[in-house]
Protein backbone atom coordinates (compact mmCIF):
# COMPACT_ATOMS: atom_id res chain seq x y z
CA UNK A 1 0.00 0.00 0.00
CA UNK A 2 1.46 3.47 -0.71
CA UNK A 3 2.04 5.49 2.29
CA UNK A 4 -0.03 8.03 3.86
CA UNK A 5 1.38 11.69 3.34
CA UNK A 6 -0.61 14.34 5.90
CA UNK A 7 0.13 18.11 5.44
CA UNK A 8 -0.50 20.23 8.38
CA UNK A 9 -1.72 23.72 7.41
CA UNK A 10 -1.73 26.43 10.37
CA UNK A 11 -3.31 29.24 9.46
CA UNK A 12 -3.76 32.98 11.16
CA UNK A 13 -5.18 35.95 9.02
CA UNK A 14 -3.74 34.54 6.27
CA UNK A 15 -7.09 33.94 3.87
CA UNK A 16 -5.89 35.65 1.10
CA UNK A 17 -2.34 33.15 0.77
CA UNK A 18 -4.37 30.16 1.83
CA UNK A 19 -5.97 29.16 -1.71
CA UNK A 20 -2.16 29.13 -3.49
CA UNK A 21 -1.03 26.76 -0.60
CA UNK A 22 -3.80 24.52 -0.90
CA UNK A 23 -3.60 24.30 -4.47
CA UNK A 24 -0.11 23.67 -4.31
CA UNK A 25 -1.13 20.42 -2.42
CA UNK A 26 -3.96 19.22 -4.53
CA UNK A 27 -1.13 19.70 -7.66
CA UNK A 28 0.75 17.24 -5.71
CA UNK A 29 1.82 14.53 -8.90
CA UNK A 30 1.04 11.92 -5.57
CA UNK A 31 -2.40 11.64 -4.20
CA UNK A 32 -2.28 9.73 -1.65
CA UNK A 33 -2.07 12.18 0.70
CA UNK A 34 -4.63 13.89 3.85
CA UNK A 35 -4.65 17.89 4.17
CA UNK A 36 -5.69 19.36 7.60
CA UNK A 37 -6.09 22.65 8.04
CA UNK A 38 -5.95 24.35 11.71
CA UNK A 39 -7.33 27.68 11.81
CA UNK A 40 -5.98 29.66 15.23
CA UNK A 41 -8.86 31.69 15.32
CA UNK A 42 -8.38 34.22 12.64
CA UNK A 43 -10.67 37.23 12.34
CA UNK A 44 -10.47 37.24 8.89
CA UNK A 45 -12.71 34.53 6.59
CA UNK A 46 -10.07 31.75 6.90
CA UNK A 47 -13.14 29.85 7.94
CA UNK A 48 -14.95 30.65 4.30
CA UNK A 49 -12.00 29.99 2.29
CA UNK A 50 -10.92 26.23 3.89
CA UNK A 51 -14.49 24.98 3.71
CA UNK A 52 -14.52 25.87 -0.15
CA UNK A 53 -12.00 23.42 -0.17
CA UNK A 54 -12.67 20.93 1.75
CA UNK A 55 -16.11 20.53 -0.37
CA UNK A 56 -13.63 20.31 -3.60
CA UNK A 57 -11.68 17.19 -2.20
CA UNK A 58 -12.79 15.52 0.38
CA UNK A 59 -8.87 14.72 1.50
CA UNK A 60 -8.95 18.43 2.73
CA UNK A 61 -9.50 18.31 6.75
CA UNK A 62 -10.44 21.56 8.56
CA UNK A 63 -10.34 22.52 12.21
CA UNK A 64 -11.10 25.51 13.69
CA UNK A 65 -9.43 26.70 17.29
CA UNK A 66 -8.45 29.18 20.19
CA UNK A 67 -5.91 31.40 19.34
CA UNK A 68 -2.86 29.82 20.59
CA UNK A 69 -0.16 30.65 18.35
CA UNK A 70 1.83 29.20 15.32
CA UNK A 71 3.08 26.05 17.27
CA UNK A 72 -0.11 25.41 19.18
CA UNK A 73 -1.76 25.03 16.14
CA UNK A 74 0.65 22.75 14.47
CA UNK A 75 0.37 20.94 17.65
CA UNK A 76 -2.80 20.44 16.84
CA UNK A 77 -2.30 19.05 13.68
CA UNK A 78 0.08 16.38 15.17
CA UNK A 79 -2.75 15.17 17.56
CA UNK A 80 -4.88 14.45 14.12
CA UNK A 81 -2.63 12.93 11.82
CA UNK A 82 -3.03 9.76 10.20
CA UNK A 83 0.01 9.36 7.74
CA UNK A 84 3.23 7.77 7.63
CA UNK A 85 4.84 10.65 6.76
CA UNK A 86 4.36 14.74 7.75
CA UNK A 87 4.62 18.08 5.75
CA UNK A 88 4.18 21.27 7.28
CA UNK A 89 3.31 23.99 4.80
CA UNK A 90 2.58 27.86 6.46
CA UNK A 91 -0.61 29.14 4.58
CA UNK A 92 1.56 31.36 3.02
CA UNK A 93 4.18 29.47 1.26
CA UNK A 94 3.46 26.86 -1.22
CA UNK A 95 5.46 23.85 -2.56
CA UNK A 96 6.83 22.17 -6.08
CA UNK A 97 4.00 19.87 -7.33
CA UNK A 98 6.93 17.09 -7.39
CA UNK A 99 7.83 17.40 -3.44
CA UNK A 100 5.64 14.23 -2.27
CA UNK A 101 6.35 11.80 -5.05
CA UNK A 102 10.20 12.72 -5.47
CA UNK A 103 10.83 12.36 -1.50
CA UNK A 104 9.22 9.25 -1.22
CA UNK A 105 11.15 8.43 -4.44
CA UNK A 106 14.65 9.35 -2.74
CA UNK A 107 13.77 7.28 0.86
CA UNK A 108 13.19 4.47 -1.42
CA UNK A 109 16.44 4.73 -3.68
CA UNK A 110 18.55 5.14 -0.58
CA UNK A 111 19.19 2.66 1.95
CA UNK A 112 18.41 4.38 5.54
CA UNK A 113 16.85 3.14 8.98
CA UNK A 114 13.31 3.91 10.16
CA UNK A 115 13.89 7.38 10.55
CA UNK A 116 13.76 9.25 7.39
CA UNK A 117 13.61 12.86 6.86
CA UNK A 118 14.17 14.33 3.16
CA UNK A 119 15.08 17.52 3.36
CA UNK A 120 14.46 19.71 -0.36
CA UNK A 121 16.29 23.66 -0.90
CA UNK A 122 14.08 25.88 -1.33
CA UNK A 123 13.42 29.42 -2.59
CA UNK A 124 12.59 32.92 -0.96
CA UNK A 125 9.98 35.45 -3.07
CA UNK A 126 8.04 38.35 -2.60
CA UNK A 127 4.76 38.99 -3.75
CA UNK A 128 4.63 39.69 -7.14
CA UNK A 129 8.09 37.90 -7.52
CA UNK A 130 6.93 34.37 -7.82
CA UNK A 131 8.76 32.98 -10.76
CA UNK A 132 12.37 34.36 -9.60
CA UNK A 133 14.21 31.88 -10.95
CA UNK A 134 17.55 32.68 -8.47
CA UNK A 135 17.38 32.04 -4.98
CA UNK A 136 18.46 34.13 -2.42
CA UNK A 137 19.28 31.51 0.17
CA UNK A 138 20.81 27.93 -0.66
CA UNK A 139 20.84 25.04 1.38
CA UNK A 140 24.17 22.67 1.58
CA UNK A 141 24.28 18.94 2.90
CA UNK A 142 27.00 19.97 5.43
CA UNK A 143 24.69 21.88 6.98
CA UNK A 144 22.77 18.81 8.19
CA UNK A 145 24.39 18.20 11.38
CA UNK A 146 23.45 18.72 15.24
CA UNK A 147 26.59 21.27 15.49
CA UNK A 148 25.82 23.22 12.49
CA UNK A 149 22.60 23.63 13.47
CA UNK A 150 23.18 24.57 17.00
CA UNK A 151 26.12 27.26 15.72
CA UNK A 152 25.18 28.31 12.17
CA UNK A 153 21.28 28.91 12.60
CA UNK A 154 20.19 32.54 12.01
CA UNK A 155 23.97 33.21 11.39
CA UNK A 156 25.05 30.96 8.28
CA UNK A 157 21.71 29.65 7.59
CA UNK A 158 17.66 28.66 8.23
CA UNK A 159 15.26 25.39 7.11
CA UNK A 160 12.51 26.52 6.68
CA UNK A 161 10.10 24.02 8.33
CA UNK A 162 8.27 22.92 4.94
CA UNK A 163 11.61 22.11 3.23
CA UNK A 164 11.72 19.24 5.62
CA UNK A 165 9.59 15.80 4.44
CA UNK A 166 9.51 13.71 7.85
CA UNK A 167 9.06 10.08 9.17
CA UNK A 168 5.71 10.19 11.29
CA UNK A 169 7.77 8.60 14.08
CA UNK A 170 9.71 11.24 14.92
CA UNK A 171 6.59 13.22 15.96
CA UNK A 172 5.45 10.41 18.59
CA UNK A 173 7.30 12.39 21.18
CA UNK A 174 7.76 15.94 19.82
CA UNK A 175 5.54 18.66 20.24
CA UNK A 176 6.31 21.85 19.43
CA UNK A 177 6.81 24.45 22.26
CA UNK A 178 4.27 26.70 22.42
CA UNK A 179 5.86 29.21 24.99
CA UNK A 180 7.43 30.27 21.82
CA UNK A 181 6.08 32.91 19.87
CA UNK A 182 9.17 32.38 17.23
CA UNK A 183 12.21 29.80 17.10
CA UNK A 184 10.26 27.08 17.40
CA UNK A 185 11.71 25.64 13.97
CA UNK A 186 14.62 25.87 15.44
CA UNK A 187 13.87 24.06 18.28
CA UNK A 188 12.48 21.42 15.95
CA UNK A 189 15.84 20.60 14.03
CA UNK A 190 17.90 20.42 17.10
CA UNK A 191 15.53 18.12 18.43
CA UNK A 192 15.88 16.11 15.34
CA UNK A 193 19.35 16.20 14.80
CA UNK A 194 19.99 15.46 18.30
CA UNK A 195 18.81 12.06 17.69
CA UNK A 196 21.14 11.30 15.26
CA UNK A 197 19.07 10.94 12.04
CA UNK A 198 20.13 10.15 8.68
CA UNK A 199 18.66 12.46 6.08
CA UNK A 200 18.57 12.73 2.14
CA UNK A 201 18.81 16.05 0.61
CA UNK A 202 17.19 16.95 -2.59
CA UNK A 203 19.09 20.08 -3.99
CA UNK A 204 16.11 21.14 -5.77
CA UNK A 205 13.86 24.28 -4.58
CA UNK A 206 11.20 21.97 -4.01
CA UNK A 207 9.52 24.81 -1.50
CA UNK A 208 8.67 28.20 -1.62
CA UNK A 209 9.06 30.77 1.37
CA UNK A 210 6.80 34.21 0.88
CA UNK A 211 8.91 37.09 2.18
CA UNK A 212 6.88 40.09 3.74
CA UNK A 213 8.87 42.69 3.23
CA UNK A 214 6.13 45.15 4.69
CA UNK A 215 6.80 43.60 8.42
CA UNK A 216 9.79 42.75 8.46
CA UNK A 217 11.04 45.02 11.43
CA UNK A 218 8.32 43.91 12.99
CA UNK A 219 8.79 40.32 12.86
CA UNK A 220 12.48 40.79 13.51
CA UNK A 221 11.63 41.88 16.89
CA UNK A 222 9.66 38.97 17.58
CA UNK A 223 12.78 36.84 16.59
CA UNK A 224 15.18 38.90 18.72
CA UNK A 225 12.87 38.20 21.98
CA UNK A 226 12.43 34.95 21.64
CA UNK A 227 15.64 33.97 20.76
CA UNK A 228 16.75 34.36 24.34
CA UNK A 229 13.92 32.38 25.46
CA UNK A 230 14.61 29.68 22.83
CA UNK A 231 18.30 29.41 24.15
CA UNK A 232 17.20 28.54 27.91
CA UNK A 233 15.42 25.23 26.01
CA UNK A 234 18.96 24.55 24.27
CA UNK A 235 20.19 23.62 28.01
CA UNK A 236 17.53 20.60 27.86
CA UNK A 237 19.15 19.11 24.94
CA UNK A 238 23.20 19.40 25.26
CA UNK A 239 25.57 18.87 27.44
CA UNK A 240 27.06 21.44 30.32
CA UNK A 241 30.02 21.78 28.39
CA UNK A 242 28.60 22.46 24.70
CA UNK A 243 25.91 24.61 26.85
CA UNK A 244 28.80 26.52 27.82
CA UNK A 245 30.58 27.39 24.74
CA UNK A 246 27.37 27.99 22.88
CA UNK A 247 26.59 30.75 25.01
CA UNK A 248 29.78 32.24 24.62
CA UNK A 249 29.53 31.99 20.78
CA UNK A 250 26.29 33.99 20.92
CA UNK A 251 27.80 36.45 23.23
CA UNK A 252 30.70 36.64 20.75
CA UNK A 253 28.14 37.24 17.80
CA UNK A 254 26.17 40.17 19.72
CA UNK A 255 29.44 41.77 20.15
CA UNK A 256 31.05 42.10 16.75
CA UNK A 257 26.92 43.15 16.48
CA UNK A 258 27.75 45.96 18.95
CA UNK A 259 31.08 46.77 17.16
CA UNK A 260 29.49 47.14 13.83
CA UNK A 261 26.71 49.36 14.84
CA UNK A 262 29.27 51.81 17.04
CA UNK A 263 30.90 52.07 13.30
CA UNK A 264 27.93 52.63 11.81
CA UNK A 265 26.69 54.98 14.19
CA UNK A 266 29.64 57.28 14.54
CA UNK A 267 29.56 57.98 11.16
CA UNK A 268 25.89 59.58 11.55
CA UNK A 269 26.58 61.31 14.90
CA UNK A 270 24.95 64.69 13.86
CA UNK A 271 22.47 62.85 12.03
CA UNK A 272 18.44 62.36 12.98
CA UNK A 273 19.07 59.01 13.23
CA UNK A 274 22.14 58.83 15.06
CA UNK A 275 19.87 58.58 18.47
CA UNK A 276 17.69 56.33 17.27
CA UNK A 277 20.38 53.96 16.27
CA UNK A 278 22.37 54.54 19.80
CA UNK A 279 19.02 53.83 21.28
CA UNK A 280 18.55 50.47 19.73
CA UNK A 281 22.87 49.66 20.53
CA UNK A 282 22.13 50.26 23.83
CA UNK A 283 18.91 48.60 24.82
CA UNK A 284 18.52 45.81 21.99
CA UNK A 285 21.87 44.15 22.28
CA UNK A 286 23.59 44.79 25.40
CA UNK A 287 19.76 43.26 27.23
CA UNK A 288 21.03 40.54 25.09
CA UNK A 289 24.28 40.46 26.65
CA UNK A 290 22.70 40.96 30.21
CA UNK A 291 20.77 38.44 29.54
CA UNK A 292 23.42 35.32 27.94
CA UNK A 293 25.70 37.43 30.85
CA UNK A 294 23.20 36.43 33.67
CA UNK A 295 23.08 32.54 31.88
CA UNK A 296 26.60 31.94 31.69
CA UNK A 297 26.62 32.71 35.47
CA UNK A 298 24.12 30.13 36.39
Known amino acids: MS ?6 VPCYNQAQYLPEALQSVLEQTYDNWECIIVNDGSPDNTEEVAEKWVKKDSRFI ?32 YLDARKFELSLKAISEINLSKQKIVISNF ?21 FTFEKILFGWDYEF ?23 KAKEDWMMWLFLFNQKIECVFIDK ?17 VMEENHLNAILYVECIVSATVYKDFLEFILLQKT ?15 SRGYKILNRIKKVSIFQWINGLTKLMLL
Do not use: W
Open 62 to 93: YLHKENGGLSSARNVGLALVTGDYIQFLDADD
Open 3 to 8: PLVSII
Open 205 to 221: PFAFYRLHTNNMTSERN
Open 158 to 180: NIPIHCGFFDSYFFKEFRFNEQL
Open 123 to 143: RMFTTGFKQSTTPYCTLMESY
Open 256 to 270: KKIVSLQSYISSYEN
